[in-house]
């Protein structure tokens, strides 16, 4: 598999931190056992308890991945696997949105027939009271 170069640009530095951090605690372990252990058999321990607690971070993981792989899943995946899943979310992105413009432009069609129909409602009902005016006047002209 050949990475581009900002990836292996990527990988070069990652790597190199990951070694950092890993001789950066050696010394950590060293300068503290010789600071407190005045035994072989304290040092045992001391060196015991400090690998105890760098092994903390995998059992973490191992413990996330086994409630919810879904979680960790990520970590497990390959640059091109990223992508792929990168490139599906950004189409379906693009679906909805358009999924939503299309839902604005019937909302726009929508508000213009229901005003159209007001419209209508108000003149039906105008002329619903003219109807009742004419019809109480003739009414009342029989009854005289």
Known sequence: ITHSFKSR??????????????L?????????????????TEIIVNSVIVL???DLDEWIF???EAINEDWTAHAALS???????????????????KIL???????VVQREEITSQQKEIKQL????????VLYASAHSEDVY
């Not at 413009?101 to 909302?107: A, K, P, V």
């Not at 009902?125 to 009742?132: F, H, P, T």
């Open 125 to 132: 009902s105008e002329i619903v009271e003219k109807i009742q």
């Open 79 to 97: 640059e091109d696997e990223m992508k792929e899943q990168i490139t599906s979310q950004q189409e379906e992105v693009r679906n909805l949105r």
């Open 24 to 40: 950066f605690a050696l010394y950590v372990s060293t300068v503290y056992n010789k600071a407190i252990a005045t035994s072989n």
């Open 9 to 22: 640009v990527r990988y070069f530095f990652g790597g190199m931190c990951l070694c950092w951090l890993t």
């Open 52 to 54: 105890f607690i760098m």
């Open 101 to 107: 413009e299309m839902i604005q432009e019937s909302q």
């Open 62 to 64: 191992s413990t996330l």
